[in-house]
Structures are given as C-alpha cells and as structure tokens.
T-cell receptor, first 112, second 114 residues
Framework: TQLLEQSPQFLSIQEGENLTVYCNSS?????LQWYRQEPGEGPVLLVT?????EVKKLKRLTFQFGDARKDSSLHITAAQPGDTGLYLC????????????FGKGTLLTVNP | KAGVTQTPRYLIKTRGQQVTLSCSPI?????VSWYQQTPGQGLQFLFE???????NKGNFPGRFSGRQFSNSRSEMNVSTLELGDSALYLC?????????????FGPGTRLLVL
C-alpha cells in the first residue's frame, strides 16, 4: 500500500510569513499533484509535477518534486489570508491502472 | 461550463439504512471517480467509472457500490450504513480514464450516520 505523509498536519501563521509544507513517501510516483480545499468545497488542483527535481512556480507558491520522485514540497512566500485552506498532495501511479493516492493534508490558517 | 455537481449536499441517515448519492460530471467528461474524505483517514479512493464500466476500485467493503449511466452521470450506493460511514463523499470527473489528466472535484455530499 502506498502512503503519502504530509507535514505539518496543522499550521497557523501571520500574514506575510513564509511557510513550507512537505509530502513524503517511501514509494515512487509517476506524478505528484497539489490541491487546495476550502471549507464546503471539493479540492482544486494547483499543480502537477512529473519529472524528478522539477520546480514549478504559481505566483507566490513554489512546488518541487524530489529527485527520486518520492517526495514533494510546497513553499508559500508572504502568505495571505486567502491562502487559508487544506493543502493536499496526491501521488499518481499504476501505469495502465492509474490511481491517485492522497495525503491527509496540511490545514493552513493565515491570520491577518 | 458548469462544474461537477453532487446531490444531495447534506444527508442524515441512521445505522442500517442505505443511501444513494448522485454525481453529474462536467459536460464531455467520461470518467467519474468517487472518494471518501474523513478527518482521520483523509481522502480515500472508492472507485472509478468510465463509459459505464468500473475501471478501478479501492479497498472498501462490498457495501459500497456504484454505477455510471450512458450520459456519464454516476451514482454511488452504500447499503447497511455504519457510524463509520459518516464522511464527505466527493466525486471527480475527467476527460478520459487513466493517465495524468486533471480531475475536477464536486463540492461533495456530507453524510452523517446516526
């Protein structure tokens, strides 16, 4: 069974601070996705990374896929209250039987 | 383009009852996946349907079942409800099954079993 461990589980910071959340596994994934979920809504895809060592930037968010494709990180610069939400990572694997395995998420609260 | 819709949004049932949840994918999407989300276990994959056929299945008991219709709408059924089935049930649609295509999630159905 493939598992994705996310840390920290909870994070509460002040507006303007930087933060990093981590997603780790002992398994190799063909792709890694990050989602943000707001209360009462389903997860919304932020980014997909597929190449080991890949770095993608989305405004103040920087996503990195580990060289061995077993881990990933999400760094947010100058966090804003609008960044508040549950951040989920999901690893894709299985070739012809492709399946997404989700981590339990990091609940981020950015206080004004 | 309308997003993924799920009905009902909220549901309260008692132990032993059964429940049917509905999901309408984005127009043109043929793949629908179902997930169960709980605080303790996170998001867990239930099953995926593509062109009315179940293509993938997670590790859930047989009480959880689903189906997909010719218009790609999907339903999932849970029979003999247990307290532990209380969760947010999410469906997600994508253009094709298998691969790295983007999954678009609906808002979910929150089920409470008393």
């Amino acid at each position: 069974t493939q598992l994705l461990e996310q840390s920290p589980q909870f994070l509460s910071i002040q507006e303007g601070e930087n933060l990093t959340v981590y997603c780790n596994s002992s398994s190799v994934f063909s792709s890694l996705q990050w989602y943000r979920q707001e209360p009462g809504e389903g997860p919304v895809l932020l980014v997909t990374v597929v190449t080991g060592g890949e770095v993608k930037k989305l405004k103040r968010l920087t996503f990195q896929f580990g060289d061995a494709r077993k881990d990933s990180s999400l760094h947010i610069t100058a966090a804003q209250p609008g960044d508040t939400g549950l951040y989920l990572c999901a690893g894709g694997s299985g070739g012809s039987n492709y399946k997404l395995t989700f981590g339990k998420g990091t609940l981020l609260t950015v206080n004004p | 383009k309308a997003g993924v819709t799920q009905t009902p949004r909220y549901l309260i049932k008692t132990r032993g009852q059964q429940v049917t949840l509905s999901c309408s994918p984005i127009s043109g999407h043929r793949s629908v996946s179902w997930y169960q989300q709980t605080p303790g276990q996170g998001l867990q994959f239930l099953f995926e349907y593509f062109s009315e056929t179940q293509r993938n299945k997670g590790n859930f008991p047989g009480r959880f079942s689903g189906r997909q219709f010719s218009n790609s709408r999907s339903e999932m059924n849970v029979s003999t409800l247990e307290l532990g089935d209380s969760a947010l049930y999410l469906c997600a649609s994508s253009l094709v099954a298998r691969g790295r295509e983007t999954q678009y999630f609906g808002p979910g159905t929150r089920l409470l079993v008393l």
